[in-house]
């Protein structure tokens, strides 16, 4: 996920008061790669791949999205919108909408329509996360609901990221059709 256009301290990635984030991810910035890079098709199918709040994006968006999504992943990820209030503070006036807020939710629904592209995601053992990322894998294996999960050592910083971001690039990666 890219930089989420410096809305404030971060827009989650989703539409709220300040912007349509999700509309930008999903139309905006593929268009603007097939611009910059002939080998770029921005219609073709897009992998999700985020950190922190763009793991949140890269899981709720590709749930919401299988149609335009064959794959995501999340590293550190906020797994409930009502966490962004750790990293940006008061989030009464983002105004997201219900079906935005949940990372469990969106997935469940997209499972139960058997539209759910492959997810994976990880964090840090030491990550302020860690224990919204273990009640989401829980929840998801209850559901019976496919995904992969790792916790590693860790905390919700740079070098968990590089050293643990080659994992989530081949994830999707193995799951791109040509």
């Known amino acids: 996920m890219p930089s989420d256009g410096l809305f ?3 827009s989650g990635y989703v539409r709220h008061s300040g912007g349509d984030f999700a509309k930008w991810i999903l139309d905006e910035v593929p268009w603007l790669a097939s611009q ?13 791949v985020g950190l922190s709040m763009g793991g949140f ?5 590709a749930a919401r999205n299988a149609d335009r999504v064959f794959a995501a992943a999340g590293l550190s990820s906020i797994t409930d919108f009502s966490q962004m209030k750790l990293f940006v503070g008061d989030i009464s006036g983002y105004d997201v909408a219900d079906e935005d807020r949940s990372v469990f ?13 492959p997810i994976r995601f990880d964090c840090g053992a030491d990550d302020p996360l860690i224990e919204p990322n273990r009640e989401l894998h829980a929840r ?11 916790e590693r050592a860790g905390s919700h910083e740079w070098s968990y990221w590089e050293t643990n971001l080659g994992d989530a690039l081949r994830f999707v990666a193995s799951h791109a059709t040509t």
């Open 140 to 150: 998801l294996t209850e559901a019976g609901i496919a995904h992969e999960w790792s």
């Open 8 to 10: 404030g301290l971060g």
């Open 57 to 61: 994006g890269a899981l709720l968006l």
């Open 36 to 48: 910059a890079l002939a080998a770029v098709d921005a219609g073709a199918s897009i992998a999700l």
């Open 105 to 117: 939710d969106a997935v469940a629904v997209a499972a139960a329509r058997n539209e759910l592209p």
